[in-house]
């Protein structure tokens, strides 16, 4: 070998080396994790279904291990599941839930005690309102007393507003009055004090939804009965809601002194049919080309608008991270997102971090890429 071609291998594998640190440097994978990123903000979370509480695929549970610090039972502890008949709970994997995040050290969020939805039919078909009362009482304390000390907070009641900011006609208000909202934070908080109490619900940045959650929370605060925070549904979009309304709910919220969650964050990239109203499960529309367009993959143009409306929004997070408690995503990759099937089943929708390989989309690097800025301008 020439002295001249020796020069151009050394220079070669130096140029390799230096470049593999670079990129081991570079890479969120290795170097950094949303957990870690994001420690010293707000926790962040995800919602688990039973096969990732079960770990059966060890990639997916490496992931949610390393990079969330707060879990959500996404339909474990809703009260079919939980509670299917008078007599008698199922534990199974609410218990598994809560075992996964005491072994990664996570902050652990009960999801649901009170919903009208995925409610037991036993309990739906309840219509005197003195067995209602002791019923929910019953569900309530049975469920948050198991758990106490290992479940950090609670969605105690769940989607009780309609859009224009009034009381749900669902079998609680129907039975009991609005009494009912009162009384089941009431019997949360006796049972398990030091649990975070929340009300949960979706388009909670709508000004009349938002008027009617304030009412509401402020009512039962009141009354001398603890309500610790609010949760703001992020089921957004690519374009809605704007984030001045994002923000303005966050102050508001805040004003009336709880906290602020993030919860089931996800921001479809798909267009829905102009009849759909908020996020109610019930509804289903009919599959077509123009509402699923995008079946063969996400196009770079789509990819890059979503890596920039999540970093838009957690700006806006972190900005007003003193009154955020916990942003959790709904959900840990695109393959497992409800959004392919609401509203229109079969689609194929690409909300979330992680892509159906599971592998980081540029979402994921751009809210990391953004905590970072946001480290060195505060270092500096």
């Known amino acids: 070998m020439t002295r001249f071609k020796q020069l151009l291998f050394i220079t070669a594998i130096l140029a390799l080396v230096i470049g593999c640190k670079q990129a081991n440097v570079a890479s969120p994978e290795k170097s950094v994790s949303l957990r870690s990123a994001y420690e010293d903000a707000f926790y962040i979370g995800t919602a688990l279904n039973r096969f990732q509480i079960d770990e059966k695929d060890s990639t997916m549970a490496a992931i949610v291990g390393r990079e969330f610090s ?37 902050f652990i969020h009960g999801h649901t005690l009170v919903w009208h939805s995925q409610l037991s039919p036993w309990i739906r078909n309840i219509t005197d309102s003195t067995e209602m009362a002791e019923t929910l009482k019953s569900h309530i304390q049975t469920i948050v007393g198991r758990y106490k000390g290992r479940v950090n907070s609670w969605d105690v009641v769940n989607e009780a507003l309609n859009e224009d900011g009034t009381l749900r006609k669902s079998v609680f208000l129907n039975t009991m009055g609005e009494e009912y909202l009162t009384l089941a934070f009431k019997w949360a908080s006796e049972v398990d004090p030091k649990a975070d109490l929340y009300y949960n619900d979706y388009n909670m940045t709508n000004v009349e939804k938002r008027t009617g959650a304030i009412k509401m929370v402020k009512h039962i605060k009141d009354q001398g009965i603890k309500v610790d925070g609010i949760g703001m549904q992020g089921h957004w979009h ?4 704007s984030l001045e309304e994002i923000e303005q709910s966050i102050l508001d919220y805040a004003a009336i002194g709880v906290k602020v969650s993030i919860t089931e964050l996800d921001i479809s990239v798909l267009p829905n049919p102009q009849d759909l109203v908020g996020a109610e499960i019930s509804q289903n529309f009919k599959n077509s080309e123009a509402l699923n367009p995008y079946t063969k993959g996400l196009p770079d143009s789509i990819q890059v608008q979503l890596a920039n409306r999540y970093k838009d929004i957690f700006k806006i997070f972190l900005k007003h991270k003193d ?8 959900g840990v990759s695109d393959g497992q997102s409800w959004l392919n099937g609401f509203p229109v089943r079969g689609r194929t929708n690409y909300p979330l971090l992680f892509d159906r390989n599971l592998k980081p989309k540029a979402a994921y690097d751009s809210i990391i890429a953004l905590k970072q800025r946001f480290d060195k301008k505060l270092a500096n």
């Open 70 to 106: 707060s879990i959500t039972a996404e339909n474990t502890m809703k009260s079919m599941l939980i509670h299917p008949t008078k007599d008698s709970f199922n534990y199974e994997y609410p218990d598994k839930f809560v075992a996964l995040g005491e072994k990664y050290n996570m």
């Open 238 to 241: 690519l374009n809605r809601p």
């Open 323 to 330: 009154k955020i408690s916990r942003v959790t995503f709904w």
